[in-house]
Nanobody, 116 residues
Framework: QVQLVESGGDLVQPGGSLRLSCAAS????????MNWYRQAPGKERELVAGITPFGGSTNYADSAKGRFTISRDNTKYTVYLEMNSLKPEDTAVYYC?????????WGQGTQVTVSS
């Protein structure tokens, strides 16, 4: 019954912004590290951003640093990814991931397309 459901993906012009959401259920959300990954056409899946269980620490891929912000609301069982100054190379399917020790759960992904 574990579920991670991403939403917010869209077609956006270069320089635009999007806010992705991932709604979680079926596990103890507040104890899990939450991450956003993405997979672009022809490329391997890569880690974009991560956040610790209570939001005290975050990490970002170099390509996302300064443009993307990950956050979480443990009362709403939701993790967010705010994306600004979007570039065509940000085009990918974005996946929500929950991880704790050997447990790792994945959402179905949401498509982000950055194009003029």
């Amino acid at each position: 019954q574990v579920q991670l459901v991403e939403s917010g993906g869209d077609l956006v012009q270069p320089g635009g912004s999007l806010r992705l959401s991932c709604a979680a259920s079926g596990f103890t959300f507040s104890t899990y590290y939450m991450n956003w990954y993405r997979q672009a056409p022809g490329k391997e899946r890569e880690l974009v951003a991560g956040i610790t269980p209570f939001g005290g620490s975050t990490n970002y891929a170099d390509s996302a640093k300064g443009r993307f912000t990950i956050s979480r609301d443990n009362t709403k069982y939701t993790v967010y990814l705010e994306m600004n100054s979007l570039k065509p190379e940000d085009t990918a399917v974005y996946y929500c991931n929950a991880r704790l020790f050997r447990d790792s759960y994945w959402g179905q992904g949401t498509q982000v397309t950055v194009s003029s």
